[in-house]
């Protein structure tokens, strides 16, 4: 006799309370990743859960367990971005530490499927206060508490004072290059612009 891929074990039905379900792990991660290739593929608008469970190789009864609607599911795996994080910079410099956070930011929002989907879920974003919510957690509290700890650093190595706006700080760091990648979407960034950016970024702090 089959058994549904997310149905407990007999020892696993000994072990969990009366009522409680039993996901597995690995199938929660197959249908997030197969969220984020559907939005690449056809866009919020045009997704559904039907697509992401063929994607995902499950039942649609797998995904509805876990999140009722796509609307939920969507706002889940983009909350989930901001607490993965971006790695903190540590080169010994405000000006080294900004060009390492540019360089992975742009790896990031130039990723063929970030390129796609982040645009759409902007533009869905106006329509829908949700997910407008979990857009703005992913991609600014992610980078910002990156962010803050690299001023953090430099505050502490005497690079910039104390008593700094912090929010002028932050829109200072991370708008010019969102505005590259994600608002126009230069589909190439001109030769040396992060370095550059790093620079004139840096005194741009040195003066606040």
Same mark, same amino acid.
């Given at each position: 006799?089959?058994?549904?891929?997310?149905e407990?074990?007999?020892?696993?039905?000994?072990?969990t309370?009366a009522?409680?379900?039993?996901?597995?792990?690995?199938?929660?991660?197959?249908?997030r990743?197969?969220?984020?290739?559907?939005?690449?593929?056809?866009?919020?608008?045009?997704?559904?859960?039907e697509g992401?469970a063929?994607?995902?190789?499950?039942?649609?009864?797998?995904?509805?367990?876990?999140?009722?609607?796509?609307?939920?599911?969507?706002?889940?795996?983009?909350?989930?971005?901001?607490?993965?994080?971006?790695p903190t910079?540590?080169?010994?410099?405000?000006?080294?530490?900004?060009?390492?956070?540019?360089?992975?930011?742009?790896?990031?929002?130039?990723?063929?499927?970030?390129?796609?989907?982040?645009?759409?879920?902007? !533009?869905? *974003?106006a %329509?829908?206060p /949700? #997910?407008?919510?979990? &857009?703005?957690?992913? +991609?600014?509290?992610?980078?910002?508490?990156?962010?803050?700890?690299?001023? !953090?650093? *430099?505050? %502490?190595?005497? /690079? #910039?004072?104390?008593? &700094?706006?912090?929010? +002028?700080?932050?829109?200072?760091?991370?708008?010019?290059?969102?505005?590259? !990648?994600?608002?126009? %979407?230069?589909?190439?960034?001109?030769?040396?612009?992060?370095g550059? +950016?790093?620079?004139?970024?840096?005194?741009?702090?040195?003066?606040?």
């Open positions: 006799m089959t058994t549904n891929a997310d407990p074990t007999t020892r696993q039905r000994r072990r309370p009522g409680a379900a039993v996901l597995r792990e690995d199938v929660t991660e197959a249908i990743a197969a969220v984020f290739e559907e939005l690449a593929a056809v866009g919020y608008a045009r997704m559904s859960i992401i063929r994607r995902a190789g499950v039942g649609k009864t797998a995904v509805y367990r876990r999140w009722r609607s796509k609307l939920h599911l969507v706002l889940d795996v983009v909350s989930a971005i901001a607490v993965m994080g971006l910079p540590d080169t010994g410099s405000l000006e080294g530490d900004l060009r390492m956070l540019y360089e992975v930011t742009s790896r990031a929002l130039r990723h063929p499927v970030a390129s796609q989907i982040i645009p759409d879920l902007q !533009a869905e *974003a %329509r829908n /949700e #997910i407008a919510d979990a &857009m703005q957690k992913a +991609l600014r509290e992610g980078q910002e508490g990156v962010a803050s700890k690299i001023l !953090a650093a *430099a505050e %502490r190595r005497g /690079e #910039i004072g104390p008593g &700094m706006d912090e929010d +002028l700080a932050l829109d200072l760091i991370s708008g010019p290059l969102y505005w590259r !990648a994600v608002v126009i %979407r230069s589909p190439k960034l001109p030769k040396g612009y992060l550059a +950016l790093a620079r004139a970024t840096t005194e741009g702090l040195k003066a606040l």
